[in-house]
């Protein structure tokens, strides 16, 4: 079995392939630019999403993972939709030529790229989400998300209003959900008309900051998410959620609640097994005294913690994006300092296969 990793940094992408799980060629392509997401769609080219502060927001496309060529097309609100003040100012930062001064609602990050029903779906920031149907020649806004009522009233996260999780229904397609720093977790269930916020027994900050979620799309309705504050589990579908924290490591969050704390959250659909790498605090923001480790729920209520292969010193991060499963029992995350891990035995153990990255943005895996 052939897998690929498309490691996104800012400063481009480390493309790495092996045939055996444990041989790895690495090439570094896109070189310059900031490399944020990727997807494969059903008829297998590869995408990746860039961002630039001096270029903007674009995608380019690989048939081969070696030759990239820049779509001519990428997600753009209109000129007349007015953006969020605060969004504004959080990401004002990389806003060199000014266009945030006449308040207008930019693309500036693509957070997500996710391929259902023959589409290809982008989540991007200032919040917002988009279709294509001819393979990034064309996008086409989500308005009845990009428009809801509310929207005015929506708080961002310390990066800003991202639409960072994106997932739908393989049996329903006029089913998706989609999770917003810090505005909340959504579905819609008329093909993205309506929307409504499922947030219902989540702890409250600010609007909800949902970090990620994860389910199988042919078991929709069983959802596994990350919260700022704590792990929780849903079995209709984002109706109700209950915490799921028994084993993880519990810690002192910033405004003395006591709960578990990390960004990413991926399944295996095979086994449907699981997998977190929760961090110490909103404050420290590493890993539990320095031990890498990453949680793995195989039964839908408790978590085992491995660190077979992990280093015991590492003070760095896992971001929500830097993380995946292959569906082949293969699963891959890689740190805030550019090591990156893989494991062929879901996580009974663990290989450091490249390091000295730049900064992990996100992690998608392909088999082959």
């Known amino acids: 079995m052939s897998v690929a990793l498309i490691v996104g940094t800012p400063k481009g992408a480390a493309v790495l392939q092996s045939k055996d799980g444990r041989t790895w060629n690495e090439e570094f392509v896109l070189r310059g630019w900031p490399v944020t997401a990727s997807a494969r769609d059903d008829r297998g080219r590869y995408y990746a999403a860039v961002n630039s502060p001096n270029f903007g927001v674009a995608l380019f496309a690989s048939d081969d993972l070696r030759s990239w060529k820049q779509l001519d097309s990428a997600p753009r609100y209109r000129p007349e939709d007015r953006g969020n003040p605060e969004h504004h100012r959080l990401v004002a930062r990389m806003d060199f030529e000014g266009k945030l001064k006449g308040g207008g609602r930019f693309v500036d990050q693509i957070w997500t790229l996710h391929p259902a029903h023959g589409a290809l779906y982008a ?41 960072h999780t994106i997932l739908t229904d393989a049996r329903n397609p006029k089913r998706m959900w989609v999770g917003i720093s810090a505005a909340g977790f959504f579905r819609t269930d008329d093909g993205g008309k309506t929307w409504t916020r499922k947030d219902k027994d989540v702890h409250a900050f600010g609007g909800n900051c949902v970090h990620h979620v994860a389910h199988d799309p042919d078991n ?149």
């Not at 988009?130 to 989500?142: A, C, K, L, Q, Y």
């Open 123 to 163: 989540g991007v920031s200032e919040a917002g989400l988009f279709v294509t149907h001819d393979r990034g020649e064309s996008w086409e806004p989500v308005e009845g998300f990009n428009e809801q009522p509310g929207r005015e009233s929506w708080a961002p996260g310390f990066g800003g209003l991202g639409l």
């Open 220 to 368: 929709a309705d069983v959802l596994f998410r990350q919260e700022h504050f704590g792990v929780y589990r849903s079995d209709d579908g984002g109706d109700n959620w209950r915490v799921l924290e028994d084993g993880l490591p519990v810690t002192d969050m910033s405004d003395g609640h006591r709960c578990v704390f990390g960004f990413p959250m991926v399944m295996d659909r095979g086994s449907k097994a699981v997998f977190a790498v929760p961090l110490d605090g909103d404050f420290q923001r590493f890993p539990r005294d320095g031990q890498l480790a990453v949680y793995r729920n195989t039964d839908g209520e408790h978590w085992q913690r491995l660190t077979n292969g992990l280093p015991g010193n590492c003070f760095a991060g896992v971001l929500r994006g830097a993380m995946a499963a292959d569906q082949q029992k293969g699963i891959y995350f890689a740190t805030t300092s550019g090591a990156l891990y893989a494991s062929a035995d879901l996580g009974e153990s663990w290989r450091e296969i490249a390091v000295g990255l730049p900064r992990v943005l996100s992690v998608d895996a392909y088999v082959q």
